[in-house]
């Protein structure tokens, strides 16, 4: 597939020089700086690009040769899409997986009862009737977002599904759609849970993702948050996304303070002190509307980084 043109978006501290990119004698590269986050990077980059379609791609991805080529031949096939990804591969014990699968019936049953994520097939070994009925109730539903707003895949069959919650950071996407929808600037210079309201924004079925298609998420260590603070960081922006005149304001916010009570107790179990400390403050700032994210867009803020 040949490239339009390259967009670097550069927030580090030592910059390119011309002589840098200049190797490149075949291909447009446009160098913009910009300051510390990466939802500003984005939203530069894609007002910059002069292309119908952004191949949107982070820093620690993989991508293999013939991955552009299977994306584009999709969109050629489903000319009403406008997000498409390949599975995004993540090593797991020595292991490149796709989805983590739903194997225990207790896990499960306490997912459904919190409305908590499931991100995998659910394959429990005990079939009786009350795990028939859970995977019954979520095969009706398909790939979806739960009452309180986490993301439910538990269909990765055919030759793609549609989800309307992916990451997107190996995705092809039409630049229309990612003007509609920008990435919000008040989120922390990471960006963590910024693809929700990109993602919730976009008109149509959702994001189509090709299951031949692959590429490998090395997840970079360096400069990335611990997972306590991506936790509670992740929980801020699902409720700030969910707030009135955002792009999951229809997700209830007593599903969501339910999902969080869960989501405690089972952290409570696994005995990590910082943990919980992360759910419980999660908790409390959801429920007493002390979200920063929230107080910081009324007030026309830029790049907020709560800390625990």
């Not at 501290?13 to 990077?41: G, M, P, T």
Request: with cysteine; hydrophobic share 40%; aromatic share 12%.
């Amino acid at each position: 597939i040949p490239v339009h043109e390259v967009i670097v978006v550069d927030s580090g501290e030592e910059k390119l020089l011309a002589e840098d990119h200049s190797y490149f004698k075949n291909i447009r590269i446009h160098y913009l700086i910009s300051e510390k986050s990466v939802c500003i990077q984005r939203n530069l980059g894609i007002d910059k690009a002069s292309a119908e379609w952004i191949f949107l791609c982070d820093d620690d991805i993989e991508v293999p040769a013939d991955y552009l080529h299977k994306l584009a031949a999709h969109a050629k096939e489903h000319p009403g899409t406008g997000a498409i990804s390949g599975l995004v591969l993540q090593k797991e014990k020595d292991q490149w997986v796709s989805q983590y699968a739903e194997r225990s019936a207790p896990k499960l049953f306490w997912k459904y009862v919190f409305q908590l994520g499931v991100w995998g097939n659910i394959e429990c070994s005990n079939n009786n009737f009350l795990v028939r009925k859970i995977k019954h109730y979520y095969q009706e539903k398909g790939n979806h977002l739960s009452k309180a707003g986490w993301p439910v895949l538990t269909d990765f069959s055919g030759k793609y599904f549609t989800t309307p919650v992916y990451g997107l950071g190996a995705s092809l996407i039409k630049k229309e759609w990612l003007l509609r929808s920008p990435y919000d600037e008040v989120l922390d210079k990471h960006g963590v849970g910024d693809h929700y309201g990109v993602a919730a924004g976009f008109p149509g079925p959702g994001i189509h993702i090709v299951t031949d298609a692959f590429v490998y998420h090395h997840q970079e260590t360096k400069n990335r948050l611990q997972n306590p603070l991506q936790y509670y960081r992740r929980v801020l922006a699902l409720d700030y996304f969910a707030g009135p005149g955002k792009n999951l304001h229809k997700i209830k916010k007593r599903w969501l303070i339910w999902s969080l009570f869960g989501n405690l107790i089972n952290i409570i179990f696994s005995l990590n002190s910082i943990m919980i400390r992360a759910a419980f403050r999660s908790l409390w700032m959801v429920s007493f509307g002390e979200n920063p994210y929230k107080q910081a867009a009324t007030k026309n803020l830029k790049i907020i980084e709560p800390q625990l």
